[in-house]
């Protein structure tokens, strides 16, 4: 075969190679891509992701699917993910819970940074402190007062084990030198319903979807666990400004993949879900919960992990924090 005729033979036989098996799987197939959420439906983590979810949907031309798999430390909705296959049909709505299990679990069923491939940051949000809104304490300093005065009395509720509020709920108690007991609850509703109904004391929750719940028959906002006063809620002091010294908690959620997916399909997931962030009604609803968009790429997603993993460990050694 002379020159000439090779080079027509290849030109040839190029269409057959993009569309051959191994070409398709750098690409997302029609298929729904499933995220798999850590946390119960109707929290701040899930109303975000369902957000971004239907806008990347529109991106992809597919439909994705959302399930909820709550847990201790997102130990069942991670490893659901690290098992599944790395084809980007599979996704783990992640967060700075999964930095906070690598310290807080003596043992996990997968490796948090070798395991799971970060595609893009989504949202970041405050938490706050709140109380039930007939509770005689009408700032964080009664709250603790009272707490100081009937050590083991006073009840603090979070989300599940593991998670960032639980997490910010045990680091305060730490700061603020009170014995309390924290209780962990199934979800943002559950907390909210046990908060209403006086079933405990106090709670520690992200701010968004406290908002509709700040009155007279829902719960009071003390004090917002961030470095700075929330621009929603100007007049409410953080915690560290009520007496809590040392004292600084916030969250943060992303996407990541199965280990081992092609790069082109996370570059095509991390498109759409920039793109989705970036669209009118993403950023609308974002507003709404109070959540501040991040995005950025794979690799800013993979040193922010990184860094929470060391910052998180800290507190929880610095805190004295047991493992589970």
């Excluded at 974002?286 to 690799?299: C, D, K, M, R, Y």
Aim: proline share 7%; hydrophobic share 45%; glycine share 10%.
């Amino acid at each position: 075969m002379n020159r000439r005729t090779l080079i027509a033979a290849l030109a040839a036989s190029l269409p057959a190679l993009a569309t051959s098996p191994r070409a398709l799987a750098d690409t997302l197939s029609a298929r729904p891509v499933r995220i798999v959420v850590p946390f119960g439906a109707g929290g701040i983590a899930d109303l975000t992701v369902r957000a971004v979810a239907q806008a990347m949907g529109e991106q992809l031309k597919t439909q994705i699917v959302i399930e909820n798999k709550p847990g201790a430390g997102g130990i069942a909705a991670g490893e659901t993910v690290a098992r599944a296959a790395p084809d980007g049909h599979t996704l783990l709505l992640m967060s700075n819970g999964n930095a906070v299990s690598v310290n807080l679990f003596k043992s996990l069923p997968f490796d948090t940074v070798r395991d799971f491939a970060p595609i893009c940051g989504l949202g970041s949000f405050g938490l706050g402190i709140v109380v039930p809104a007939n509770s005689p304490h009408r700032t964080l300093a009664e709250l603790l007062a009272h707490a100081r005065a009937n050590p083991g009395k006073l009840n603090l509720g979070t989300i599940n084990i593991g998670s960032t509020q639980n997490l910010a709920g045990e680091l305060f108690r730490t700061r603020a030198g009170i014995n309390a007991q924290i209780i962990p609850f199934n979800g943002t509703p559950a907390l909210l319903t046990a908060l209403r109904g006086g079933h405990v004391d106090a709670g520690v929750e992200i701010l968004g979807p406290l908002k509709s719940q700040l009155n007279p028959g829902g719960v009071r906002l003390l004090a917002v666990t961030s470095r700075r006063r929330a621009a929603e809620f100007p007049d409410v002091p953080t915690a560290a400004e009520a007496g809590v010294a040392d004292y600084e908690a916030s969250s943060w959620n992303a996407l990541a993949a199965p280990a081992r997916t092609p790069q082109p399909i996370i570059a095509q997931l991390n498109q759409a879900a920039r793109a989705a962030l970036d669209s009118p009604d993403v950023r609308k609803r974002f507003a709404e919960l109070g959540v501040e968009s991040i995005g950025g790429t794979p690799q800013a997603l993979a040193e922010l992990l990184s860094g929470e993993i060391r910052r998180w460990g800290d507190v929880i050694e610095r805190a004295g924090i047991p493992k589970q």
